[in-house]
């Protein structure tokens, strides 16, 4: 189509030159200008990166002069070459919520540092548009040599080198691959600036390698996090918060029942729950540092406002504005015939006026894409009423809004037929997405519309989101914290369970495998009230092969000998019955008594007395009467443990549920405290050891 347009105009000068007829020559220019549309949408290139300025991109520029004159506007390479014309660094003001104007110092700074002339291009991301086709007709029309860069909405996606030698294309690479798609435009030229300082062999190299490594991948990880991901910190922070601490007091205290309670360690537990909360709730902040979701810097009010301005102040001045940063998609006769329609229906009875804005939104724009929102704004600055129409040049789509006018507004945003909002299957494959017919097939309906008693208007449009907290994110304590806070108390409960169940399933087997005796501390917090016979057959065995394995010297004669010598009479000698099943519980019992005491008297201790309350206890060190039963007042003088004695003296009536209960020798299984439940030698525990030791011998017949 270059080709074409090229011999076209070259064609007319010499035929003017030669015939000298002005006439004809504004007639070919004109059928240029025809052919030239069709190439509008994708705009004509050097036939050769190497030309330098003054050859084919002159002929170019003068084409170019041809179309515009013909079209009465300038085209899209056109307009951006003036802008750079001005400034080598031009930044859309349509995109004020990703790249706000205030960026192009930042832009400017970084292209001073190539090293040699270069012209940047910030501008919203075109569909089916070629940026280097877009580049090497800014070039054209421009006319100086240099680095091109252009950057559609946050990526470096094109650049190209004319009449100087640099790493264009592998800096574009390595800036595409290198960096995470969030990083922000202005770290993107960084990055380009950076590979282009290393000149062709190594940028080449490192393009190669990003290449290489996104095939493979291995993708940069993102900058930023999303609200999402601020709700996950938040729910964890949450969690930790209550789930770490109750967890240190849940597992404290299961751990203080089966250790003696000292008053100096009761404190260190919730100290260390409390001082775990502190960590967390100042650790959190720290670790979850982001404030904003993207790179993007606010934008200022002006910002925000510029491109209603600058729509409005075009309509002002001509009812059909055409984005000049966007692709033409709009000729010449399209043009006229669209300004011949609006007269026409401003004139009719009941019309008005019509404003047509060809402008694209985007969701970076200051209307964050909403249509309705853009032409509110550009109505209460045009400050007439009249139908306002917004055209996609990007996407094809059209809306239509009644402000003031007798039409019925609720027919104009439904019942419009699809063909004009939305388009078809042909109008999605063409360039100029068939604007020019469905704008005219609007007009028609505009003209058939029926008119209303009195003007309508649309409603007022939501606001859009704020700019200056569109991308920040919410505090870390707030959101989906709160519920972290429940779910921490219910998974700390969940864990002290888990932990509890383990550790009495670890515990049994190693029971059973290694049998070990409990320390004798611990006893009164650990020996059950109604011991199971499995229970009393496996304490039974450790304690008695404990005793055995004790004895260093066989020949040694003492207390310790006597209570173990006692104990073996139990067992017929064999230490190995007290696993057996069948074995009398309350032989069981004197077993495990006689086996501790004689442990204690090699430790040398040798208590006289064990708890009498419940002999599995351990040692007693007082004697005290206690209530044995919860009917009526019923006392023994019974010795006591520490623990005992504390409920003994605190809490009588806590005694009898802490007896040492056997099953009965009747049938039934009922339970009786030990000294009823036998007429064995375990009735003599309330007397001492030693009487124990006493009524065994006398039981088996030995002196």
């Known amino acids: 189509m270059r080709a074409v347009r090229t011999n ?44 330098p300025a003054g050859t084919a991109g002159t002929v170019d520029t003068e084409a170019a002069v ?16 003036d802008r750079l014309r001005e400034n080598p660094v031009y930044v859309t003001d349509q995109l004020p919520r990703e790249v706000p104007r205030s960026t192009a110092p930042d832009f400017a700074r970084l292209a001073k540092k190539t090293g040699v002339p270069t012209y940047v291009l910030v501008l919203p991301t075109w569909s089916g548009t070629d940026g280097k086709q877009l580049l090497g007709a800014v070039h054209d029309r421009l006319g100086r040599d240099g680095l091109y860069v252009l950057i559609e909405g946050t990526d470096v996606a094109q650049a190209t080198a004319w009449g100087v030698r640099v790493p264009a294309e592998a800096a574009a690479t390595v800036a595409l691959y290198e960096l995470p798609y969030d990083a922000g435009p202005v770290r993107g030229l960084e990055r380009f600036v950076e590979v282009i300082a290393q000149g062709d062999a190594k940028a080449t190299a490192r393009a190669e390698a990003a290449r290489e490594r996104f095939r493979d991948g291995d993708e940069p990880a993102e900058m930023y996090i999303g609200p999402s991901d601020r709700r996950n910190q938040s729910f964890l922070t949450g969690i930790l918060l209550t789930g770490v601490p109750l967890s240190i007091l849940l597992l404290s205290r299961f751990a203080r029942r089966r250790r003696p309670k000292k008053p100096v360690l009761r404190w260190i537990a919730p100290g260390a729950a409390v001082l775990s909360a502190a960590a967390i709730a100042l650790t959190a902040p720290v670790v979850f540092d982001q404030t904003r979701s993207s790179a993007a810097e606010p934008p200022s009010p002006a910002e925000l406002s510029a491109r209603v301005e600058r729509v409005a102040a075009g309509l002002k001045q001509d009812p059909v504005y055409a984005d000049p940063e966007s692709p033409r998609v ?8 669209l300004h011949e329609r609006i007269q026409a229906f401003r004139r009719s009875e009941g019309g008005g006026p ?9 969701p970076e724009s200051e209307s964050a894409g909403d249509t309705w929102l853009f032409t509110a704004a550009v109505h209460a600055k045009v400050d007439v009423d009249g139908v306002y129409v917004i055209a996609d040049p990007d996407d094809g789509t059209i809306d239509v809004y009644n402000h003031g006018l007798r039409l019925d507004s609720s027919r104009l945003s439904s019942g419009l037929p699809e063909y004009v909002t939305l388009g078809d299957s042909s109008t999605d494959e063409a360039d100029d997405h068939r604007l020019g017919e469905r704008l005219d097939t609007l007009m028609t309906f505009l003209d ?21 907290e569109e991308h920040a994110l919410p505090p870390l304590f707030s959101t989906d914290f709160w519920p972290g806070l429940f779910v921490g108390a219910v998974v700390a409960l969940l864990l002290s369970g888990a932990v509890a169940g383990v ?23 650990t020996s059950p009230v109604e011991p199971s016979a499995s229970y009393l057959r496996h304490t039974a065995y450790a304690e008695l092969s404990a005793l055995t394995g004790e004895f260093t010297d066989p020949q040694e004669r003492g207390t310790a000998w006597d209570h173990l010598d006692a104990a073996m009479l139990l067992v017929d000698g064999d230490p190995g019955r007290a696993r057996q099943a069948g074995t009398d519980p309350a032989t069981l019992v004197a077993v495990i008594v006689l ?33 044995v039963s919860t009917e009526g007042n019923a006392r023994r003088l019974l010795p006591v443990c520490e623990p005992c004695r504390d409920t003994a003296v605190a809490e009588p009536g806590g005694i009898p549920a802490r007896l040492l209960k056997l099953p009965a020798p009747s049938p039934g299984n009922t339970r009786l405290p030990y000294y009823d439940a036998t007429d064995g030698p375990l009735t003599a525990v309330p007397h001492g050891i030693a009487r124990l030791v006493d009524k065994v011998r006398e039981t088996a017949g030995v002196h």
């Open 66 to 81: 041809a179309t515009e004159a013909a079209a009465g506007a300038p085209t899209q390479a056109a307009y951006l070459a």
């Open 448 to 468: 058939k519309a029926p008119r209303t008693d009195r003007p309508q208007s649309e409603p007022a449009p939501a606001s859009a989101p704020n700019a200056e």
């Open 330 to 337: 709009l000729g010449a006769r399209q043009l006229d015939r």
């Open 8 to 51: 076209n105009a070259c064609a007319a000068r010499t035929w003017a030159r030669r015939t000298g007829r002005a006439r004809v020559l504004r007639l070919l220019l004109a059928l240029c200008s025809l052919t030239a549309l069709f190439a509008t949408a994708t705009p004509a290139t050097p036939a050769d990166a190497a030309t």
């Open 503 to 525: 550790t009495w399933i670890v515990r049994r087997l190693l029971r059973r495998s290694s049998p070990a005796p409990v320390p004798s501390d611990r006893l009164p917090f």
């Open 354 to 362: 019509v404003y047509v804005s060809v402008v694209p939104q985007t």
């Open 595 to 627: 086996a501790r005491a004689g442990r204690a008297a090699l430790a040398g201790e040798a208590p006289e007395m064990c708890c009498g309350v419940n002999p599995l206890h351990g040692p007693a060190a007082h004697r005290h009467h206690v209530r």
